[in-house]
């Protein structure tokens, strides 16, 4: 049980454009879903919280408008990296749970984005 | 803020030896540890949490809150125990915008060698 689902996989955009990656929890209901990002062979860097049915809580640097976050339901969230440029290259990871998880967070496999 | 340390990012031992990976924490409340494992293009998997006391794969972790530190161990080290471990705090009782908000140490990438 608790698993979490990313999509896309992997992405290829073009600078400039918007892509929009999945968070969806496919067997429970998540409350609360991160979104971190992660450098190569580095830590994973939270960048926002986002609670069901209400606005996404950011990290200090992280920007809101470039980084739209979406929990509009308790099975799925969704980020939209806007305006992307190369420097927002990296591995996007979701992780959901509820409040029965003990603060326990269950991860996605991660979206890998490249921006050209 | 809280701040999780894991000073070495790389540990190479061969098997069956022991392994420890180092962490260390700063938090002035009451915090939760847990030890986060992603094996080789796998997710990232909870191992072990401070509150169950349990010992998953034979790791064990005890929390020293004189010292701050969460060290994780393993009597005897496998190949399958190659990866990448993460260390990570989160206040435990917390409300409102940081419920269950994780901070990660900067990991350790563990290598077993036959």
Same mark, same amino acid.
């Given at each position: 049980g608790a698993v979490v689902s990313q999509h896309p996989s992997r992405?290829?955009? @073009? %600078?400039? !454009? %918007?892509? $929009?990656?999945?968070c969806r929890s496919l067997d429970f209901q998540a409350t609360t879903m991160f979104w971190y990002r992660q450098f190569p062979k580095k830590s994973l860097m939270l960048m926002a !919280? %986002?609670? *069901?049915? %209400? $606005?996404? !809580?950011?990290?200090?640097?992280? *920007? @809101?408008?470039k980084f739209l976050i979406n929990h509009a339901s308790l099975t799925l969230s969704t980020l939209t990296v806007t305006s992307a440029h190369p420097e927002d290259s990296s591995f996007y990871i979701c992780s959901a749970s509820w409040r029965g998880s003990y603060n326990e967070q269950f991860f996605g496999p991660g979206t890998r984005l490249t921006v050209l | 803020a809280q701040r999780v340390t894991q000073p070495e990012k790389l540990l190479s031992v061969f098997k069956g030896a022991p392994v420890e990976l180092k962490c260390n924490y700063s938090y002035s409340g009451s915090p939760e540890l847990f030890w986060y494992v992603q094996y080789s293009r796998q997710r990232l998997q909870l191992l072990l949490r401070h509150i169950s006391r349990e010992s998953i794969k034979g790791f064990t972790a005890d929390l020293n809150k004189g010292e701050t530190s969460f060290h994780l161990k393993k009597p005897f080290a496998q190949e399958e125990d190659s990866a990448m471990y993460y260390c990570a705090l989160t206040p435990s009782n917390a409300g409102g915008t940081s419920y269950g908000k994780l901070t990660f140490g900067q990991g350790t990438i563990l290598t077993v060698h036959p």
């Open positions: 992405v290829i955009c @073009k %600078s400039g !454009t %918007s892509v $929009k990656i999945e !919280t %986002s609670n *069901e049915g %209400s $606005k996404a !809580t950011y990290e200090q640097g992280v *920007e @809101k408008d | -």
